[in-house]
């Protein structure tokens, strides 16, 4: 049996102004993320998610339970963008380890 292809989801929160920007600007998104995953030493397949909020990607793109890597800063008091993320997908009854980068 092989092992699981690594799949790195995007949440690109989209407004009106950022799909004026074109499919140009989505390759250049995806290939960016693309590189940093090769810099690390990783084969990544990058889907890009357009959402209306990060929710979406979880309860859209997520179908079974999987392993999350989420990375971000961590704060005490406030919680982050990347700490609520990490409930979302918690609460969704995935695995989730947060990579704090700040």
């Known amino acids: 049996m092989g092992a699981e292809p690594i799949v790195l989801l995007v ?7 950022t799909l004026r920007k074109g499919p140009d600007h ?10 940093l995953a090769r810099a690390t030493g990783v084969e990544a397949i990058v889907r890009l998610c357009h959402c209306v909020s990060y929710s979406d990607v979880v309860r859209w ?5 999987s392993l ?3 990375g971000g800063r ?10 609520r993320i990490v409930r979302a997908v918690q609460r969704a009854g995935h695995r989730v380890v947060f990579a704090d980068v700040g």
């Open 11 to 17: 949440p690109h929160v989209t407004t009106l102004a």
């Open 26 to 35: 989505n390759a250049r998104l995806v290939e960016g993320y693309r590189a």
């Open 61 to 65: 793109m997520l179908d079974r339970p």
């Open 68 to 70: 999350i890597v989420i």
């Open 74 to 83: 961590r704060r005490r008091l406030w919680p982050t963008t990347a700490q």
